[in-house]
């Protein structure tokens, strides 16, 4: 699959992290079945403790440092929920974190990140703007880099996702991933693909400014600009010089399908009307795609819905139809 990262790698991160993180709930989507004629099931990372699957690869990749790595401590650039993540998993092992995000992060993330004892940089108006900020660090601090998605140990750590439904829903046929830097979708694809090459992987996203997107289509990682958008999570760039991610979504991942803004405030209706549930647009991308009909999808699905971490004034303006 990959000579960098195996599948045993995200053996090991599950053996790792158990007791750690919590092994999410799989629910059926009585709704969304009916909707395609299909069976539809919904992976729950929003419930994770942190809000979002992040929490896989951040503990994963701290756990896996070594003492001395620990003791200078770690930095990140996030759009939020790998910030979020990371904050709570150094926390718990008594790391220092600092945590550097755009000023396009919602205050709402901005704030959970402080609460949770990380230290928080806001540089510039984008995601590539706030890496500088992290080399300076880096550099005059001697902090330890765990990037939110272009890393061995974040990937394997995600992939850990890949795992539970294997576990949990046998014949599976479709998976549906969020798309942004490709971490989540790395390690879920090379599980998957590993168990079953004919399970159908597919990433989805927004169309506003996807940076993965764009570069899949060049052939190569490329820049673009990065564009506000309810999916505020998927933002960012890939790195011109991403070392696994791009790839592994090149040859692992089978396509990948881009929503609107109405298409992902109407699936944050959907899911919280239907459902039952609160997800943040990034969260939601994968319903939008069914409920489009931008994707159509026959047998087992699984929707990976990755995050909760909306701010609730903007949820109830998306559920109450004064947002798209």
Not at 30 to 47: A, F, I, N, Q, W
Request: hydrophobic share 45%.
């Amino acid at each position: 699959m990959t000579d960098d990262i195996r599948p045993i790698d995200i053996y090991r991160a599950r053996h790792r992290l158990r007791g750690h993180i919590l092994h999410t709930q799989l629910v059926r989507s009585p709704s969304l079945s009916e909707h395609t004629g299909g069976e539809v099931h919904l992976k729950l990372e929003c419930r994770q403790i942190t809000g979002s699957f992040k929490l896989r690869g951040a503990t994963n990749a701290l756990l896996c440092l070594d003492d001395d790595a620990r003791a200078r401590g770690v930095i990140a650039v996030s759009t939020g929920n790998h910030g979020r993540a990371l904050a709570y998993a150094a926390h718990q092992l008594g790391v220092r974190a600092v945590i550097c995000m755009s000023k396009l992060v919602p205050s709402n993330k901005v704030e959970a990140i402080r609460a949770l004892g990380a230290e928080v940089h806001i540089v510039g108006n984008s995601q590539d703007e706030a890496e500088v900020e992290v080399a300076r660090l880096i550099r005059d601090e001697g902090l330890t880099l765990l990037p939110p998605f272009d890393h061995p140990d974040i990937i394997a750590g995600q992939g850990t996702v890949g795992l539970e439904l294997l576990d949990d829903l046998p014949g599976l046929d479709t998976v549906l991933v969020p798309l942004s830097g490709g971490g989540l979708l790395a390690g879920v694809a090379l599980a998957l693909k590993r168990a079953s090459p004919q399970i159908r992987v597919i990433g989805v996203t927004m169309e506003r400014g996807c940076a993965m997107h764009a570069s899949l289509a060049a052939g190569k990682p490329v820049q673009v600009e990065e564009l506000e958008t309810l999916a505020d999570s998927l933002g960012g760039g890939i790195g011109l010089d991403n070392r696994y991610t791009f790839r592994m979504a090149q040859t692992l991942v089978d396509d990948v399908v881009l929503v609107t803004e109405e298409d992902i405030a109407a699936a944050i209706r959907h899911a919280y009307t239907k459902e039952q549930i609160i997800i943040e647009g990034s969260g939601s991308v994968g319903i939008a795609a069914l409920l489009s009909g931008r994707l159509k999808t026959t047998g087992t699905t699984a929707i990976l819905v990755s995050g909760a971490n909306i701010d609730m004034a903007l949820h109830r303006r998306i559920v109450c139809g004064m947002e798209t």
